[in-house]
């Protein structure tokens, strides 16, 4: 189309450049996430193999992930739902969770098998033993996505995790289905008639971890502080460094150059200053990596703009935040003229920002405090600009104020001046004519010529009490020429000044509104005048609430799903509590590669707290399955957790590798990248794990005494009451 419009004789002359094309953001993000699922795909087929050591098994688990995809953008067609970004970015997190079902069914087979039961007995039996709490563990997966869905009193992100969400629901359901019946099926077909057996690395592995769980377990004191010791290191270092940051610079790759003149400033002097930022900027174009730039400032207006658009980033080119820092640090001084950096907001995600609002009876009072505050925060570290929200002015006004003195010696009120000035510009009504069947709307006013003539407007005569004689109107007033405001802002009937503050990429809202806090508390305002936070950081606030209030319910649901398992009210609390231990490997995994805690990032906590139970259930339900054949609760856990140990670290790495791609890539979401999702629930993941096979038996053991403990004394309770009413 720009081919044609430059080719057109009309636009002889005029280059067109396409500023922000949506279009190639989409794809872009499509063509990521496809390379993202492969990868992860193909990452998860490695890990596999290297545990099972066997071609048949591999594919016929690494089969499930084609299969179950497929069925689900099925269901996802007879649901009467499209495919979109979001319903892809679901599809892509199920690639490595969608063989865990397939990953267990086929260990207990397999451990049947070494036990001496037949193929078909054994894909019976192995199926049998561990369908309840595969079926349990995905149920826990899917369940925590219900309560964000339904019960978040945030909008967006229950919409978000709606559309994310239900492609997981569907995936893991139908992975469930083929673990169940087609799994067990096809290793009847495929698999050797002898047992298959564990490479070396595993076997030395499994040795490994058997001697130090049952040290773990032999040393409760020690593994105690060892616990408590990891908690405060977390509290204290990756906690208190990770910061929580609504929105997300995603691939922006614009900032703006903001200007003021002064109102007194011509035509030529506007153009002048445009001219100059331009310059500027053609100075640094090579050295910034400058695609190109456009300017805008209204002819009526004191504030303008110059939005300069990067090209994309190479090797040897500098960042956007050592551009941004640059261009601040060396901008041209222009003589009355106040410049300023900021974002350029040509779409995409939010960027990172808030908003200050200056409180206060009197419009002029506020525009002047806000330049104090305005020059007080641009001052603050990790602020990139501030600038009010009214610059959009009106056009040059007429001010009339009351001489208070002339007006009080002639008895005129400022009332009587108002309406006089009112009756004048804008008419008064008088009662409607009537004529026969006609109503015809009658006003009185001044004549044209007196209305665009001001000093006939100022000679008006109005009567004065006090003198008994007529003044002019400019005897009791003074006239003023200035700038204008396009609006006023009222918040509870106080008039209110808005100022945005641009932040830096990862400097969270909190930390920049602390700093900002205790340098506005620092200033001195007039009496009557205060500041306070905009409307939408305490509606962000009262989301989070609502978001942290679904969550929760998202662990209770969690919790009575693996009570239904186990019958029983402790024993889901040690395995419940790996959700809680696994947020300290969150932090760390945010801590350590300097990633803020932002919306997709809340996404892979939900996620999470649905994956990280699974090895718990199913570790939990062999050793009460142990124990309830006799084996005592030392060696029900010490070998329960050996033989879990392989489907564990399958499942976990599994998932893990398959959102490796997400979690070092690029990929993104029409700019807001993927890359926080996935270290969530990598770090989260990966930290679970680990104390799902050292921390849960710890746990679970205190929990059995606990148990032990309670029903000994209510016996000893129940016995003394039952001697006491024998003894009556």
Not at 2 to 30: A, H, M, Y
Not at 296 to 311: E, F, H, N, P
Not at 373 to 401: D, K
Not at 444 to 453: E, H, I, Q, W, Y
Request: overall charge negative; aromatic content about 8%; proline content about 4%.
């Amino acid at each position: 189309t720009f081919v044609e419009l430059e080719n057109d004789p009309r636009c002889k002359g005029i280059k067109f450049v396409t500023f922000f094309n949506q279009g190639d953001l989409i794809q872009g993000s499509i063509d990521n996430l496809l390379d993202t699922a492969l990868w992860g795909g193909l990452f998860a087929i490695v890990v596999l193999f290297a545990f099972l050591r066997q071609w048949k098994m591999t594919l016929l688990i690494a089969a499930c992930i084609p299969f179950t995809l497929l069925l689900t953008v099925t269901t996802t067609y007879f649901a009467g739902r499209s495919l979109n970004l979001l319903s892809l970015m679901g599809l892509m997190l199920a690639v490595g969770m969608v063989v865990d079902n397939a990953i267990v069914v086929v260990e207990s087979i397999d451990a049947r098998r070494q036990q001496g039961d037949g193929v078909q007995t054994a894909a019976v039996k192995g199926t049998t033993d561990i369908g309840l709490a595969i079926t349990l563990s995905t149920l826990t997966t899917m369940v925590v996505f219900l309560p964000i869905i339904l019960m978040s009193g945030d909008a967006d992100f229950s919409f978000f995790m709606s559309e994310l969400g239900m492609p997981v629901v569907w995936a893991l359901g139908i992975s469930l289905l083929v673990a169940l019946f087609f799994t067990p099926l096809t290793t009847t077909v495929i698999q050797n008639t002898k047992a298959s057996v564990e490479p070396p690395w595993v076997t030395w592995l499994s040795n490994r971890y058997r001697n130090s769980l049952q040290w773990f377990l032999s040393n409760r004191t020690d593994a105690l502080m060892l616990l408590i010791s990891l908690v405060f290191v977390t509290m204290v270092v990756p906690v208190q460094a990770v910061g929580c940051n609504q929105a997300s610079e995603g691939n922006l790759d614009d900032f703006g150059i903001r200007y003021k003149v002064s109102a007194d400033a011509s035509y030529y002097d506007r153009l002048n200053v445009i001219e100059t930022i331009d310059a500027y900027v053609e100075e640094n174009k090579e050295r910034w990596g400058v695609r190109t730039w456009r300017a805008r400032m209204r002819d009526t207006s004191q504030r303008g703009s110059t939005t300069v658009y990067l090209a994309e980033r190479e090797d040897g080119m500098l960042q956007r935040d050592d551009v941004i820092d640059d261009a601040k640090e060396n901008l041209p001084q222009i003589a009355g003229v106040e410049l300023g950096i900021g974002w350029g907001g040509s779409g995409g995600p939010p960027i990172n920002q808030i908003e200050i609002f200056l409180h206060g009876e009197d419009t002029l009072t506020l525009e002047r405090l806000g330049n104090s505050v305005q020059r007080v925060i641009n001052a603050i570290p990790g602020v990139v600009g501030a600038i009010p929200e009214m610059e959009a002015e009106g056009g040059r006004e007429i001010r009339l104020s009351v001489d208070r003195d002339s007006a009080s010696r002639h008895g005129i009120s400022p009332q009587q001046i108002g309406r006089t000035v009112g009756f004048a510009l804008r008419a008064s009504a008088l009662p409607e004519f009537h004529e026969g069947n006609k109503d015809i709307d009658v006003v009185a006013r001044f004549r044209l010529d007196d209305r665009k003539d001001l000093s006939r407007l100022l000679d008006f005569p109005m009567f004065s009490p006090t003198t008994m004689k007529v003044v002019p109107l400019r005897t009791v007033t003074n006239t003023d020429y200035a700038q204008g405001i396009s609006s006023i802002h009222r918040e509870n009937r106080i008039t209110s000044y808005p100022i945005t503050v641009d932040l830096e990429d990862g400097l969270s809202k909190e930390q920049a509104w602390s700093t900002m806090e205790r340098a506005l508390r620092e200033m001195q305002f007039p009496e009557g005048y205060t500041w306070s936070k905009s409307w939408s950081q305490e509606q962000d606030r009262e989301e989070d609430d609502a978001r942290n209030m679904a969550l929760l319910l998202s662990v209770i649901f969690v919790f009575l799903i693996m009570g239904v398992l186990f019958e029983s009210f402790l024993l889901p609390m040690s395995i419940i509590t790996t959700v809680p231990m696994a947020f300290l490997g969150v932090y760390w995994m945010l801590f350590l590669t300097d990633t803020s805690f932002d919306t997709m990032s809340g996404v892979g906590l939900v996620i999470l707290v649905g994956v990280v139970v699974n090895n718990g259930i199913v570790y939990i339900d062999l050793v009460t399955r142990l124990r309830e054949s006799g084996t005592d609760r030392l060696t029900a856990l010490i070998e329960g957790g050996t033989r879990r140990l392989r489907p564990i670290l399958m499942t976990a790495l599994t998932t893990i590798f398959g959102l490796v791609p997400m979690t070092i890539g690029d990929a993104s979401f029409v700019g807001m990248p993927y890359a926080p999702l996935g270290r969530v629930v990598v770090g989260g993941l990966a930290t679970g794990t680990l104390l799902t096979l050292f921390l849960l038996p710890f746990l679970y053991t205190i929990l059995d005494d606990m148990r032990g403990t309670s029903r000994r004394w209510l016996a000893h309770l129940i016995g003394q009451n039952t001697t006491s009413e024998v003894a009556k």
